[in-house]
C-alpha cells in the first residue's frame, strides 16, 4: 500500500465545570496537560438563565451542573494561565451568550490577545432552549435579536469564532426521530440566517462569511448506521439550502461543520458499565465516515446516569477517543461507505422526509412561529412518549434495564458515594459571599470598574432601540455589570418567556386496551377519586429550580393524563412556594418534583416543609430524577412517599404507585384490581 498522509483528529473536548472558577481553571489545565485539544465550558444554570447566584431560583443550583460566572472577575479566574489566544472554546450558552461571548473576549484583551484571532463557539440556539432543555429567558422575537447581533458582531470582529452552533443534541434527548432532529435543527439555521439577512448589518457580498461560521452540535445515538447516515443527510441538505436560498457559490462556505457530544439519553444507571461500549458505538457514528466527520468530539462518561463524572471517568472518555484517533487506522483512508447501496438508500430516504417536514415548518412561518403555537414541542412530546411505550413494552431492548438484567456485583459502583464527584454544599455559601464582596468592591482598588449603573442603562436605551447591543455589552462587562445585571436589564425592555409544555396536545402513547397494565391503572385512579368522593383525582407535577430538563416531567405528565388524573402541570422554573401555592390552590391530591441537576436535596425538603406549615400533609409529596440512593434514603425520612430514579422505566407502574401513595395518605384500604 503506498503511504499516505493521514487526516488530523478532530479536536477532542470534555464537557466540563463545577463548583467554582478556581476549581474549574485546575481541572481545565489538567485535562490539557493529558491530550484534550479544546475546552468545552459547563455553567451553572443559573448563570444559563441570568441570575446572579443569590437569587432565589438559584437556591441549591449553584456549581452543581456547571461552573458559576457572574462577572469579569470570574471569568479570569476561569481562564488563568490558558492563553485564550491560543485556545479552542466551546461555550454552551444560550439566553446568555452575547453576555458571556463579551466577557471572554474583555478577558483575552486583558491577556493581550489579538481578538481576530479567538477560536471557538458559542451555543447560542435559542430554539432548542424552548423545546428541550429550558434555558430560555426572553421571548422568541428579542431572543433572535440577540443572535443577530451577536452573529453580525463576530463577522466583523471575531472572525474565527463561530457565534451560534444550532444545536439537535437536545431535540434528540427530548425524543427526536432522526428525521425531527436534522429538520427542526436546519429550520432553526434557516430562521438565524433569514434574520441576519434581514436585518441589513451584513452585506449580501458577506453573507458566504455568515454561513461560513455556522456550526451545528449534534447528537449520536446507539444506532450507529442510522446515525451516521443521518449526518450525511444533514451535510446534503445544508449544502442544498445554502446555495439555493442563500445563493453561497464557494463550496468552502457550504461545508457542514459540527462537533459532537454523544448521546446521554442512553446511558444507564442499571449496569452502567454497559455505557462504556454505548459510547464507543456512538463515537464510532460520526468518525467512521471521512465524508460525514465531526470536527470536535465530546463524550460523556460511563457514570453520568449515577451524578457527577469525576475526572477520572472524564479521562477515560478521553483517551477512548484518542486510542481511535492514534492507534487503529481509521485516519489512514478515504471515505470507506463511498458507494455503499445501503448507506446510500438510508441517506435519500432521511433526506427525503427532512425536506417535507422543513416545507412544512416553512408554511406554519418558520421556526419561531412553529415555537410559538407549540407544534415543534407537541410532535417531540409525541416521540418520546412512542419511545418510552416502545421500551416498556420491550419492544425496543436496553442491556440491564429490560433484557439481560442478571448481574454480577458490580465492582465500579460497590462504594456509589466515591463512583461520582460529589459538589461541596459549601460551594453556594462561598460564591455567594464572593459575588456580594465584587458587588461591594468592583469600583475600587484594585478593580477600579467604572460604575456600572450607566452602563445598564446605556444597555436598556440600545435594547429598547434597534443598534446592535454587543458595543453595549461589552461596556457592560468592563464596568464589573453582574450576570444578573444584564440580565436583569434586559429582562425590563425585553419580558420573560414560558415556553409551550406540549402536554395538553400530546396524543395517547400507550393505548389503555381492556386488561393492560394502563387499564388497571385507569381503574385504580377511578375507584380512588370515587371513594374520596371527587370527580378526578389531581395531580401536580412541578420542576422546582432551574433544571429545564423536562422530558421526564412531561412524560409522567402525559401518562397522568392517560390513566385519567387531571393534571397541573405549569413547566419548569418554579420556587418551593409557588409549588405549593399551586397545590393548595388547585386542591391537589399528589405533588410530583422532578429534578435532574441535583438540587433536591435542597428544595424538596423546602416543599414539605411548606406544605407542613399550610397543614397539607395529607399530600403525598414524589420525587424523581438523577438522585444518588444515599439522598433517596434522606429524602424518604424526610417525608417523601416514593423516589424513582431513570432506572425506573415503567412509566405506568410509577402512575399506580402513586395512586398507592395517595390511598396510603388518606388512610384508604390498599386497593387490588383485576382486569
Request: glycine content about 8%; overall charge negative.
Amino acid at each position: 500500500m503506498t503511504e499516505r498522509q493521514k487526516d488530523r483528529p478532530w479536536l477532542m473536548r470534555t464537557y466540563a465545570g463545577h463548583s467554582t472558577a478556581e476549581a474549574s481553571n485546575e481541572l481545565y489545565r489538567r485535562n490539557l496537560a493529558k491530550g484534550q485539544t479544546g475546552l468545552s465550558v459547563a455553567f451553572d444554570l443559573p448563570t444559563q438563565t441570568g441570575y446572579d447566584s443569590d437569587h432565589i431560583l438559584a437556591r441549591g443550583e449553584v456549581g452543581r451542573v456547571g461552573v458559576p460566572i457572574a462577572h469579569v472577575g470570574d471569568m479570569r479566574r476561569l481562564f488563568q494561565d490558558i492563553p485564550l489566544e491560543q485556545m479552542n472554546t466551546s461555550m454552551t450558552i444560550n439566553a446568555t451568550a452575547m453576555w458571556l461571548l463579551a466577557l471572554y473576549q474583555v478577558v483575552a484583551e486583558e491577556q493581550g490577545a489579538d481578538i481576530t484571532k479567538l477560536q471557538g463557539t458559542t451555543q447560542n440556539d435559542i430554539v432548542k432552549e424552548y423545546l428541550s432543555r429550558g434555558t430560555h429567558v426572553f421571548p422568541p422575537v428579542p431572543s433572535l435579536r440577540l443572535t443577530t447581533d451577536m452573529i453580525a458582531y463576530t463577522v466583523s470582529h471575531l472572525p474565527k469564532w463561530n457565534p451560534i452552533n444550532i444545536c439537535s443534541y437536545h431535540l434528540q434527548e427530548a425524543g427526536a426521530t432522526p428525521v425531527q432532529e436534522i429538520a427542526y435543527a436546519m429550520s432553526t439555521a434557516i430562521a438565524v440566517l433569514d434574520a441576519v439577512r434581514d436585518s441589513g448589518q451584513v452585506p449580501q457580498e458577506r453573507m458566504g462569511d455568515v454561513v461560513g461560521r455556522i456550526s451545528f452540535f449534534v447528537n449520536a445515538g446507539v444506532r450507529f448506521i442510522e446515525e451516521m447516515c443521518k449526518m450525511r443527510a444533514f451535510g446534503r441538505i445544508w449544502d442544498r439550502i445554502t446555495r439555493e436560498r442563500y445563493g453561497i457559490e464557494n463550496p468552502k462556505h457550504r461545508r457542514f461543520r459540527y462537533g459532537v457530544q454523544v448521546n446521554s439519553l442512553g446511558l444507564t444507571e442499571a449496569q452502567p458499565e454497559n455505557n462504556v461500549q454505548r459510547i464507543v458505538l456512538e463515537m464510532l457514528a460520526v468518525t467512521l465516515s471521512k465524508d460525514a466527520r465531526a470536527r470536535a468530539v465530546q463524550l460523556p462518561a460511563w457514570n453520568e446516569a449515577l451524578g457527577l463524572p469525576r475526572p477520572w471517568d472524564q479521562q477515560w472518555s478521553l483517551r477512548i477517543q484518542q486510542v481511535l484517533a492514534y492507534e487503529s487506522d481509521l485516519l489512514e483512508y478515504e471515505d470507506i461507505f463511498e458507494g455503499s447501496k445501503v448507506i446510500e438508500a438510508k441517506v435519500d430516504e432521511l433526506v427525503e422526509a427532512s425536506l417535507a417536514e422543513i416545507d412544512r415548518i416553512q408554511e406554519m412561518g418558520g421556526a419561531m412561529a412553529a415555537v410559538e403555537s407549540g407544534y415543534l414541542k407537541s410532535q417531540l412530546v409525541a416521540s418520546h412518549a412512542e419511545r418510552r411505550g416502545r421500551i416498556e413494552s420491550g419492544q425496543e431492548k436496553i442491556i440491564g434495564v429490560n433484557a439481560f438484567e442478571g448481574t454480577e456485583p458490580n465492582p465500579l459502583t460497590a462504594d456509589l458515594d466515591t463512583a461520582i464527584q460529589t459538589v461541596d454544599p459549601e460551594v453556594e455559601a462561598r460564591v455567594i459571599a464572593a459575588l456580594q464582596q465584587w458587588r461591594d468592591s468592583r469600583y475600587q482598588p484594585p478593580f477600579n470598574h467604572p460604575r456600572p449603573c450607566k452602563a445598564l442603562e446605556k444597555l436598556k436605551e440600545a435594547a429598547r432601540g434597534t443598534e446592535n447591543l454587543m458595543e453595549a455589552t461589552l461596556e457592560c462587562a468592563r464596568a464589573g455589570v453582574t450576570t444578573g445585571e444584564w440580565a436583569g436589564a434586559l429582562r425590563e425592555v425585553f419580558g420573560e418567556f414560558r415556553a409551550p409544555t406540549g402536554v395538553s396536545s400530546a396524543p395517547v402513547a400507550v393505548p389503555a386496551e381492556e386488561g393492560s397494565t394502563l387499564a388497571l391503572v385507569r381503574r385504580k385512579v377511578d375507584l380512588t377519586a370515587k371513594d374520596l368522593g371527587v370527580g378526578k383525582l389531581r395531580f401536580l407535577v412541578g420542576k422546582p429550580g432551574l433544571d429545564g430538563h423536562s422530558n421526564g416531567a412531561e412524560q409522567i405528565a402525559v401518562r397522568a393524563r392517560d390513566a385519567g388524573f387531571e393534571v397541573v402541570y405549569q413547566g419548569i422554573r418554579l420556587t418551593p412556594e409557588q409549588i405549593v401555592d399551586a397545590a393548595l390552590a388547585e386542591d391537589v391530591h399528589a405533588v410530583g418534583l422532578s429534578i435532574l441537576s441535583g438540587s433536591h436535596a435542597q428544595l424538596v425538603p423546602d416543599v414539605l416543609e411548606r406544605l407542613r406549615v399550610a397543614g397539607a400533609t395529607d399530600i403525598p409529596v414524589i420525587a424523581g430524577g438523577i438522585i444518588p440512593n444515599g439522598d433517596a434514603e434522606q429524602l424518604r425520612a424526610a417525608g417523601v412517599a416514593a423516589v424513582f430514579t431513570p432506572k425506573d422505566f415503567d412509566i405506568t407502574g410509577i402512575i399506580g404507585r402513586i395512586v398507592d401513595e395517595i390511598r396510603k395518605a388518606n388512610k384508604l384500604d390498599p386497593l387490588e384490581v383485576s382486569a
